[in-house]
């Protein structure tokens, strides 16, 4: 029986309790030079809860998946980093890009081939 499947679901269930008070985004907020969407995701607790717990996903996603699967989610991931840097300082658009990523992620773990 493949327990990657119900491992990965309890993982995906589990990735918002591990977003503490103490998590951080995923990439140093300490830096000076962030960029403007960086800034306002550190700067906003729910933006960086959306971060952490987008980050999260995409790991558990991206050891799961096949090789091609995995290479074609890190190319959307690229793309949607850019996209997400367009939004610049604008929270309210951070925080959709955050749900249509969060939505895209969902339907990647859909994809996933389970055993019939």
């Not at 929270?91 to 992620?105: D, G, I, P, S």
Request: with cysteine; charged share 30%; net charge neutral.
């Amino acid at each position: 029986m493949d327990l990657k499947k119900p491992l990965l679901a309890c993982g995906l269930l589990l990735a918002p309790s591990l977003v503490s008070p103490a998590a951080a985004a995923s990439f140093d907020c300490g830096k000076t030079d962030l960029a403007a969407d960086e800034k306002a995701i550190c700067d906003n607790r729910a933006l960086n809860d959306q971060d952490v717990k987008m980050a999260t996903t995409f790991d558990i996603l991206t050891q799961l998946m096949a090789m091609g699967a995995r290479d074609t989610l890190r190319d959307e991931q690229s793309k949607w980093l850019k996209k997400r840097q367009e939004c610049s300082a604008d929270v309210a658009c951070l925080t959709a890009a955050y749900e249509e990523r969060m939505k895209r992620l969902g339907e990647a773990f859909q994809s996933i081939n389970r055993p019939l």
